[in-house]
């Protein structure tokens, strides 16, 4: 049998079911809680300005970094009051969709 | 000059133009694995039935040099031709002159071609080939593109409307065949995106390529762009005039009548239907133990497959099928199968096809993925489309038909007709495992021997709900029937409802969850 014809187990409402799963459902991503802790690129861009400095402490609202996306140059804001972790990126970084900017503590 | 002199030189001009872009653009169209737009038109159509229009149509761009280049029909053919006899409207983008470029006469030859096909009240078939709009010629081709959305959407239910992928078709160009009723794709050479590869990647930094992003197979595959994908253009063809065989002309004319056939002796239902609720079956072959010469048309059949939706004849007669598909993920409702459900029922129903809904669904998908993409938002057309319906609706729970699930699916609740019922049919709230679990929580965890404590409640509970009876008691279920009397009740049924007519609230239109 192929994977594609391969009889799976689907559990809905506690039944137990043979079926088939499609590739879809094979690739979906489980769901994971989002960080505030955590600033990741919501858009793939080039950083063009850097104001975070580690160990310095941000109010939620100061301005961490600045993305530049689509032409469009966008403020990264601190989500919350917090102490700068790590800063992942330097100016001229190309950043992928999702990848980790800055760790706050 | 002599009448004879113009006659001859009207059919050397004819022939002139209908060589499109010349030998060596053919050549090139040819090497790329793809045909003409005339002898696409000339494969599709019966006979000599062809008459082509606006041969000599030209552009009016002064710009950027167009003004000393002469484009054979602009890039496009247009004209009337018939398939099994009846007359059909059709354009074909000619990518051999200026790369079937879409510019305001070409634009203009198509909406023509369109208002004749409403006016005309035949479908509409347009074949796409085109590098996209024709940039000398700036906002005017942009109007082109935008009045022929305009007439997709006024034609939308009154023609049905074909689109036929040979070719790229990129940007704003996407959206004719995204209005009309069914698109086709060919292994290799559709191509379909909106922004391309190379966008992509200045953008994003993602390399992929234009077969990966949107190819033939991802459209019928994951985009459910597309409804019907074949391997060559060849088969294209065959597989429009299959459908073209099943849909009427247009919204006041029922599809032309086939002689009855009885379904194939080799498919009964006995043998491809297992009575254990948790079993997977192909639902299509139910469909085949149903329909005259178990003949059935698979519409969308690669994407979202956990639901069939497609055309058979009973009693010659076109019937529309919505069937969940327990071969696979267990032929629940998601966000993909909703939005395919409801845009077949849409169609059914504007075209005044009967709908036959045969029911087995555990119910919705979990998942905080289908929860994020809107399951809730999709889910709700599927009950809009069934209950806006007033085409005569016939529904056959087979097995499962749990909770929203047995709602959704065409319910006597949402207006359904006809409701019948195999034995097998366990229409509740959920399982009656998961109804156990809920219910008697605490009774199984006191239990000395919880187990043995859980089978008693799930043997309670499957006596009591899973089964017809309690539906049927009520009146939600008109009938319970032996599956092999199946075919017999739904024809009984369509026959009675052949004059049906049901009268909704005036409105301008509803509002459904788009």
């Given at each position: ?41 919501v ?63 | ?22 030998e ?23 006979d ?33 031709g018939?398939?099994?006899g ?13 790369g ?17 096909a409403?006016k ?33 959407t ?65 459209q ?35 599809a ?21 609720a ?122 499962k038909a ?5 709602i ?97 609230p ?9």
């Amino acid at each position: 049998m192929s994977d594609k014809t391969k009889s799976h187990k689907l559990i809905i409402d506690d039944e137990v079911y043979e079926t088939r799963l499609t590739e879809k459902y094979k690739k979906r991503k489980p769901w994971v809680p989002v960080n505030p802790r955590r600033i990741l690129a919501v858009i793939p861009g080039v950083i063009i300005e850097v104001s975070a400095k580690e160990g310095r402490s941000v109010k939620r609202g100061d301005s961490l970094l600045v993305v530049e996306a689509m032409k469009m140059k966008n403020d990264i804001f601190a989500p919350l009051d917090a102490k700068i972790g790590k800063v992942h990126v330097q100016v001229g970084d190309i950043t992928k969709k999702s990848q980790l900017l800055i760790e706050l503590v | 000059m002599s009448l004879i002199r113009k006659i001859l030189d009207l059919f050397s001009k004819r022939s002139k133009a209908s060589t499109g872009g010349g030998e060596k653009a053919i050549a090139k169209q040819l090497k790329q694995g793809k045909w003409t737009a005339r002898d696409r038109i000339t494969y599709l159509l019966d006979d000599g039935s062809f008459r082509e229009y606006d041969l000599f149509v030209e552009h009016k761009c002064h710009d950027f040099g167009m003004d000393k280049k002469q484009l054979p029909g602009d890039g496009v053919v247009t004209g009337i031709g018939k398939i099994s006899g009846h007359p059909i409207c059709i354009y074909a983008q000619d990518f051999t002159v200026a790369g079937g470029s879409l510019g305001l006469a070409h634009a203009r030859k198509i909406t023509k071609i369109m208002d004749h096909a409403l006016k005309l009240g035949v479908p509409l078939i347009g074949i796409n080939d085109s590098g996209g709009a024709r940039i000398q010629e700036g906002v005017n081709a942009l109007a082109g593109y935008g009045e022929i959305f305009f007439r997709n959407t006024n034609a939308s239910g009154v023609i049905p409307q074909i689109s036929v992928i040979l070719g790229p078709c990129a940007g704003g160009a996407v959206y004719s065949p995204a209005l009309t009723d069914f698109v086709f794709v060919v292994e290799k050479v559709s191509k379909m995106f909106i922004t391309g590869p190379e966008v992509i990647k200045t953008v994003l930094g993602e390399e992929i390529s234009m077969e990966e992003l949107g190819g033939a197979r991802v459209q019928a595959e994951v985009t459910g762009n597309a409804h019907f994908y074949a391997e060559t253009e060849e088969e294209c063809f065959q597989q429009i005039n299959r459908l073209v065989s099943f849909i009427p002309w247009n919204n006041r004319k029922k599809a032309t009548p086939f002689p009855t056939k009885e379904p194939d002796a080799k498919y009964k239902i006995a043998d491809v239907f297992p009575e254990l609720a948790t079993k997977p079956y192909d639902v299509r072959d139910v469909i085949r133990c149903l329909v005259d010469d178990s003949d059935f048309l698979d519409v969308q059949s690669a994407w979202a497959a956990n639901i069939v939706t497609g055309f058979g004849r009973m009693s010659g007669q076109t019937v529309g099928f919505v069937a969940n598909q327990p071969l696979v993920l267990a032929g629940v409702l998601d966000v993909d199968s909703s939005d395919k459900a409801a845009r077949f029922i849409r169609f059914c129903d504007a075209f005044s096809i009967p709908l036959i809904t045969l029911e087995d669904l555990p119910g919705y998908l979990p998942g905080a993925d289908q929860e994020h993409a809107g399951v809730i938002r999709h889910g709700a057309k599927v009950l809009y489309a069934y209950s806006e319906a007033t085409v005569p609706k016939l529904t056959v729970i087979m097995r499962k038909a749990y909770g929203g699930g047995y709602i959704a699916m065409c319910s006597r609740h949402l207006g359904a007709d006809f409701v019948f019922a195999w034995p097998s049919a366990e229409i509740a709230v959920m399982g009656p495992l998961g109804a156990a679990n809920i219910i008697f929580r605490r009774e199984i965890a006191e239990a000395e021997d919880p187990e043995a404590m859980r089978q008693e409640k799930v043997d309670e509970y499957t006596e009591k709900f899973a089964n017809p009876y309690v539906a049927a008691a009520a009146g939600y279920v008109d009938a319970v029937i032996s599956p092999e009397e199946t075919r017999d009740f739904l024809l009984h049924a369509l026959e009675a409802s052949s004059h049906k007519t049901e009268q909704r609230p005036e409105k301008k239109h509803g509002i459904p969850p788009f």
